[in-house]
């Protein structure tokens, strides 16, 4: 089995930024198209930005682009969402995502075959 792992949430100001890391356990890692989703408390789980198994291919919504960047150290099987200009809206449960088959242009949840338990972003005015 795969084991994604978040982490680097947390409270802060509107405006400031966060840095999330998810851990991914397991050798195939560099195949796995990667992802970030979140879900606000009582709203649907939604597609954040996502990254190709090389690292060299990015996607966003359009409701962070510009502000957040996901990165990828395949060396070190981790996964990065830079979230900066937080906003109150931003305010979720953050999730790491992985494909198996190495999507990351799709943005349903249901393409990806492995989740993280989440990790709690507060952006407060």
């Known amino acids: 089995q795969v084991q994604l792992e978040e982490s680097g949430g947390g409270l802060v100001q509107a405006g400031d930024s966060l840095r999330l890391s998810c851990a991914v356990s397991?050798?195939?890692?560099?195949?796995?198209?990667m992802a970030w989703f979140r879900q606000a408390s009582g709203k649907e789980r939604e597609f954040v930005a996502s990254v190709s198994p090389s690292g060299l291919n990015t996607g966003y919504a359009d409701s962070v682009r510009g502000r957040f960047t996901i990165s990828r150290d395949n060396d070190k099987n981790m996964v990065y969402l830079q979230a900066n200009s937080l906003k109150p809206e931003d305010t979720a449960v953050y999730y790491c995502?992985?494909?198996?088959?190495?999507?990351?242009?799709?943005?349903?949840?249901?393409?990806?075959?492995?989740w993280g338990q989440g990790t709690q972003v507060t952006a407060s005015s």
């Open positions: 397991g050798r195939t890692f560099n195949n796995f198209g």
């Open positions: 995502a992985a494909s198996s088959k190495g999507y990351y242009r799709n943005k349903l949840p249901a393409n990806y075959d492995y």
